[in-house]
């Protein structure tokens, strides 16, 4: 494809994507699945690796994030971001209109328009377009300072990086509120447990933290989200009401909330308020009020502010979702992957209309700290649809005959050892034959990318457990097709073809074999390079810590997990069964020893002797690394035509670059020495 081709086709690709994106992320009405969308994504990625020239600032293949910056520059917003008054009652809402007529002058049976509008509960921003771009996003701060925080907001997908009209006014600042949506708050706390990290308090700390991350990338990984409510300095373009302001962003491609409605008096807005407070439990969003604003920009104007807050608008709170109950006991519950969870079973109380009788406590470390014991009196609060917890300990209220919960020595779903790593709050069982993570490790264990058990899908792991036919993984290479026939719908070629794909996968390579184990913090390619390093499971096995950390990659806390999975007695158990049962993971000769091993290689440009796959697969079989980025750990960049930034890179850095010939003359010679 010539320069000129790829330029139009990248712009249509470009279009095309950011208007999927409005529809998937502003809209809800999505036209394409997940799986047409990263097709495009990855040709335009691809075009854009191949004329980097052609890339730009706006392209929707910069929402992954980038390098960590050391610290945020500060950003002084030019219309300060005031805040708000509060109000609790119908009264305080009602004094407000009242306050708002006497201060224009207007009979007290004036009814005004207003904007009645849900509270996020999240991260107060702002987003600066200059001509339709987006050029400079940053927090709230003060209201006067925030933190600049442009790159990480271009990670949040419902933020146009360019806006959808033409012309483009001047300037537009636009003012919003980042969220966490409560089931990715729940999978992301959940995900942090797992990994030994304290969990985050609440939706609004999660959305905080995720965009105040220095390093990009993080802030990629999380499924933020954000609703615009208000505009700063505008030039190019006016507005005439809070009404038309919603609007017109809204047809820009912002995202704004579909909750938001214009009405007329003050009785609408308390009808509104009423509203919202019954459908908040429902919301897959937090709220915590309403803001009611009045709707004319000219009113608005006229009514000007008070010192830090403006006369025109007001925060409806809702009452807090709290209740006082009884901690009738504590008891250790295991998650999916081992964790072990203590939960507070509670003397059932009505919490928003909802009876809540058991409340998380997160870990032992968190339980300490609180001080929580069995048979306190304690205040619990129940946030959405978030499992309630406990707030605080009304010490006050003890008797003396309550008493703490210590960390378990066992396991208690199958008695394994407990372990608690150094540096992590989280409190493990590490038995592969643990009954509570038995259907996830044989999921992962027979995976495309573990075992590769062709057919053998959840729905058949799931028959296997009812049944009682498998206690632990090694357990599935001593099924029979008498055992498969017990299943429902299971016919005679259904039963072979799954033994067949079971013995098939007695000889997969040791890589994916070591990865299949489900050690924690183990993926595919750490999994490469403990195979390359060691050779056989038993080396692994046997591998002191020591060891381990001379590999380059490894830190202390995945040589840590590796230790303590190995030295479990369970697990090895359970690996002896499955050498008993003829599984012998395959060794590739090259990748032990390879002259590339420890090497990590960056392809850049467009390459013509081979594509990168290959050129992945031919470092890999030599035991080296091939990587996405440049860094000063880079041993080679091997550059093709129109190499752009990674080439760049390599050179600041001072990282040697080689050519496609020049790489594979390295090659042969190292596959001349092997």
Request: aromatic fraction near 6%; proline fraction near 5%; include cysteine.
């Amino acid at each position: 494809m010539d320069k000129q081709t790829a330029a139009q086709r990248i712009a249509g690709l470009r279009s095309e994507l950011e208007r999927h994106n409005r529809l998937y992320y502003v809209e809800d009405r999505p036209e394409i699945s997940d799986a047409e969308y990263d097709a495009l994504f990855r040709e335009l990625l691809t075009l854009e690796e191949q004329f980097p020239e052609l890339a730009t600032a706006d392209s929707p293949t910069r929402r992954v994030g980038g390098e960590p910056l050391e610290k945020f520059d500060q950003v002084t917003h030019r219309l300060p971001m005031l805040s708000l008054e509060n109000a609790f009652t119908d009264e305080e809402i009602t004094e407000f209109d009242d306050r708002v007529k006497r201060f224009l002058g207007l009979p007290a049976e004036t009814e005004l328009d207003y904007v009645c509008e849900p509270k996020m509960d999240g991260l107060a921003i702002e987003l600066v377009y200059e001509e339709g771009q987006f050029t400079v996003g940053s927090t709230r701060g003060d209201g006067v300072v925030g933190e600049e925080v442009t790159r990480n907001l271009k990670t949040v997908k419902s933020i146009p990086l360019r806006l959808a009209v033409d012309p483009a006014p001047e300037q537009v600042e636009v003012r919003g509120e980042v969220y966490l949506p409560l089931a990715a708050f729940q999978r992301l706390n959940a995900q942090r447990e797992e990994d030994g990290e304290p969990p985050f308090a609440n939706p609004r700390n999660a959305a905080a933290g995720s965009i105040r991350q220095l390093d990009s990338r993080i802030t990629a990984r999380r499924p933020l989200s954000l609703f615009c409510y208000a505009p700063g300095e505008c030039r190019g373009v006016e507005f005439t009401s809070q009404e038309d302001f919603l609007e017109t962003i809204r047809q820009w491609g912002l995202p704004v909330n579909p909750l938001i409605r214009r009405v007329r008096g003050i009785d609408a807005v308390l009808a509104y308020y009423r509203e919202m407070t019954a459908q908040r439990e429902s919301l897959p969003y937090e709220i915590d009020g309403v803001v009611v604003k009045v709707d004319s920009f000219a009113l608005q104007r006229e009514l000007g502010e008070k010192s830090r807050s403006p006369r025109w608008a007001v925060a409806v709170k809702f009452p807090p979702r709290q209740a006082v109950t009884v901690v009738e006991d504590i008891v250790p519950s295991v998650g999916r992957t081992g964790v072990i969870t203590p939960t507070a079973h509670l003397r059932p109380v009505e919490v928003s209309g909802v009876t809540v009788s058991r409340a998380t406590l997160h870990n032992w470390e968190e339980m300490e700290r609180k001080d929580i014991r069995i048979g306190d009196t304690v205040v619990i609060e129940r946030a959405g649809d978030v499992i309630p917890a406990v707030v605080r300990v009304l010490t006050e209220k003890r008797t003396g005959a309550e008493r703490p919960l210590p960390i378990p020595a066992t396991c208690p779903e199958c008695g394994s050892e407990v372990v608690k790593i150094p540096d992590e709050v989280a409190v493990r069982c590490l038995g592969l034959s643990c009954p509570a993570q038995i259907r996830e490790s044989i999921i992962h264990f027979a995976a495309r990318d573990a075992m590769d058990i062709d057919g053998l899908g959840e729905k058949y792991i799931e028959q296997l457990l009812r049944l009682g036919l498998v206690r632990n993984i090694a357990d599935l290479y001593y099924l029979t097709r008498d055992h498969f026939m017990q299943f429902e719908r299971m016919g005679e070629k259904l039963a072979e073809n799954l033994l067949t794909a079971i013995a098939a996968s007695k000889e997969r390579e040791l890589p994916r074999f070591i990865y299949a184990l489900g050690i924690r913090h183990v993926g595919e390619h750490t999994a490469k390079l403990l195979a390359t390093a060691f050779g056989s499971v038993a080396n692994l096995a046997a591998a002191t810590e020591e060891e381990l950390l001379s590999i380059r990659e490894i830190g202390p806390q995945v040589a840590q997990s590796i230790r303590t999975f190995f030295h479990n007695r369970e697990n090895q158990a359970t690996i002896e069964r499955l050498f008993a049962a003829g599984v012998r993971p395959a060794v590739e000769e090259k990748r032990l020893g390879g002259k590339f091993t420890g090497k990590t290689f960056v392809f850049t440009g467009a390459l013509t002797r081979f594509t990168r796959d290959d050129a992945k697969r031919l470092v890999e079989a030599e035991g080296g690394h091939a990587a996405g980025s440049v860094s000063k750990k880079t041993d080679y960049v091997v550059a093709g035509a129109e190499a752009g930034s990674k080439l760049a890179k390599a050179r600041e850095l001072g990282v040697p670059v080689l050519t496609e010939d020049e790489f594979l003359q390295l090659l042969e010679e190292a596959e001349g020495k092997s």
